[in-house]
Structure formats: C-alpha cells, structure tokens
T-cell receptor
Framework: QQQVKQSPQSLIVQKGGISIINCAYENTAFDYFPWYQQFPGKGPALLIAIRPDVSEKKEGRFTISFNKSAKQFSLHIMDSQPGDSATYFCAASKGTSYGKLTFGQGTILTVHP | DAMVIQNPRYQVTQFGKPVTLSCSQTLNHNVMYWYQQKSSQAPKLLFHYYDKDFNNEADTPDNFQSRRPNTSFCFLDIRSPGLGDAAMYLC?????????????FGPGTRLTVL
C-alpha cells in the first residue's frame, strides 16, 4: 500500500514534443506529490509538486495533472528540450510521516535534438 | 550558495571493511535524511534525524548506523559492507518534519565494494 508505480521506465521524445510520465498510488493517506529530476552524477532536485486539493499545477513547461478518484498523477513536459534529458521520479508523502518520500521507480527521458 | 555537500563523491572499500560517508549542509535545516539508491532504482530511505532525534526505517539493516554531531553534519557508517551495499548514498535535508517541506539532496556518494 506504500508503493508508487511509475511508467514508462524509459521515454524517447523528439525536441519540441510532449513528454508524459504517469504515476499511480494506493495509499489514500498520501497528500503531497512531488516530482524530482535527477541528472547523471547529481542528486534529485525538486521540479514541481502538487497537493490533492487541485487537479492541475503548471510551472513553465512543466504541468502536473492529478486525478484523486483514480489515484493517479502525471507529469507533462511541453516543448521538450535536449536539456530535459534526465531521470524523473514521482514521489508521494503523508503530512504526518516526517517527510518520508516514497518514490516511483523512475523514468529515463531522452530528448533527441 | 546554501547547499548539501557530500564527501567523498566516490568511495571504494573492501568487503567487510567499515566505511564512513559524510554529509554537511549550510541550509541550517533541522532534518537530515540518508537514502540508498541502487542502480536504476528509486532512492530508499534508510533513516533520518530531526535535530538529535534519530529515526530508523524498520527495514534498514543493522549494518547501517548514523551519527549527527551537530546541526551541520551527519555521517553514515556501514560497519561491514557487503557486495549488496554497493550503491549511491544520498543525503537530503528539510526545514522541518512536515511532509510538504521540500527535501534538498546532495550529489551523492557512490560506494563500490570489492
């Protein structure tokens, strides 16, 4: 019940295209859903996050869509750029859980020029 | 720039030889976390400190210990590394224990066990 399932494992997109990564969770106690971006040799960095009281959050080219009834959320990267090539992790946490992040398995995104 | 620093970036040790990984932070955050990330896998929380209070995840092996001598520093000790402990070890910090606080990650230490 603590798992967060992420798909696809890898994704190849052409420059200018839309990248979509999906995550699903089971634990309805989760109330915070961040996405982290990790470049090779670096630690993960927070990209964007959403709480379940909204269905969508947009920051620049990055959008999170959240479907509470389906217990799913997704990351959309518009106008994907080669510099977006990285591993993306979705995560979830409970407000009462000392900030423990439960990560998805990760998606390796490659954006071709 | 405020940041999370990990040393060394790469560590090679022998099977069974104790090793210590270091993390320091200039963010003055109350919470420090240690994660283990194996190749092509998600980071997995090992334990965290809130100030001096230590909290171990239930499935963290006894082989892994941690020390936090002050707010800025936290150490990960692996008492008898096995081949299965080869991984990237990530340190992260957070202002408080509230689940919505952003966690700031260091660049990680890649541990190789020979």
């Amino acid at each position: 019940q603590q798992q967060v399932k992420q798909s696809p494992q890898s994704l190849i997109v052409q420059k200018g295209g839309i990248s979509i990564i999906n995550c699903a969770y089971e634990n309805t106690a989760f109330d915070y859903f961040p996405w982290y971006q990790q470049f090779p040799g670096k630690g993960p960095a927070l990209l964007i996050a959403i709480r379940p009281d909204v269905s969508e959050k947009k920051e620049g080219r990055f959008t999170i869509s959240f479907n509470k009834s389906a217990k799913q959320f997704s990351l959309h990267i518009m106008d994907s750029q080669p510099g977006d090539s990285a591993t993306y992790f979705c995560a979830a946490s409970k407000g009462t859980s000392y900030g423990k992040l439960t990560f998805g398995q990760g998606t390796i995104l490659t954006v071709h020029p | 720039d405020a940041m999370v620093i990990q040393n060394p970036r790469y560590q090679v040790t022998q099977f069974g030889k104790p090793v210590t990984l270091s993390c320091s932070q200039t963010l003055n955050h109350n919470v420090m976390y240690w994660y283990q990330q194996k190749s092509s896998q998600a980071p997995k929380l090992l334990f965290h400190y809130y100030d001096k209070d230590f909290n171990n995840e239930a499935d963290t092996p006894d082989n892994f210990q941690s020390r936090r001598p002050n707010t800025s520093f936290c150490f990960l000790d692996i008492r008898s590394p096995g081949l299965g402990d080869a991984a990237m070890y990530l340190c992260a910090t957070s202002r408080s224990l509230a689940g919505h606080n952003e966690q700031f990650f260091g660049p990680g230490t890649r541990l190789t066990v020979l």
